[in-house]
């Protein structure tokens, strides 16, 4: 498995912008389909985007489509997301996640992933 470190997090302002970063251990960073997801306050954790191997394919939940941008190095073993037009309720814990993944990544779930960070925290002040 690889080990996954997320950084970035902070308070911001509603509208403003925030680039989280998520650095892989390990050799094999550009097999892994890499994804985030975040949990709010109360509720469950729920996908934001993910990215192929590559990073030729990307996809993303239908409340950040259009604001946030999933991109990776893999050079560095870095995946990052992009967040512009940031709302209040885009406040949550966001986690990096990774998966062994063959298949069309529009197709996977939260279950796919094996291997996930411990969460940057990302407030949204109104």
């Known amino acids: 498995q690889v080990q996954l470190v997320e950084s970035g997090g902070g308070l911001v302002q509603a509208g403003g912008s925030l680039r989280l970063s998520c650095a892989a251990s390990?050799?094999?960073?550009?097999?892994?389909?890499m994804g985030w997801f975040r949990q709010a306050p109360g509720k469950e954790r729920e996908f934001v985007a993910r990215?192929?191997?590559?990073?030729?394919?990307?996809y993303y939940a239908d409340s950040v489509k259009g604001r946030f941008t999933i991109s990776r190095d893999n050079a560095k073993n870095t995946v990052y997301l992009q967040m512009n037009s940031l709302k209040p309720e885009d406040t949550a814990l966001y986690y990096c996640?990774?998966?062994?993944?063959?298949?069309?990544?529009?197709?996977?779930?939260?279950?796919?992933?094996?291997?996930w960070g411990q969460g940057t925290q990302v407030p949204v002040s109104s």
């Open positions: 390990g050799r094999t960073f550009s097999t892994y389909v």
């Open positions: 996640a990774a998966a062994r993944w063959s298949g069309t990544i529009v197709r996977m779930t939260e279950n796919n992933f094996g291997s």
């Open positions: 990215i192929n191997w590559s990073g030729g394919t990307t």
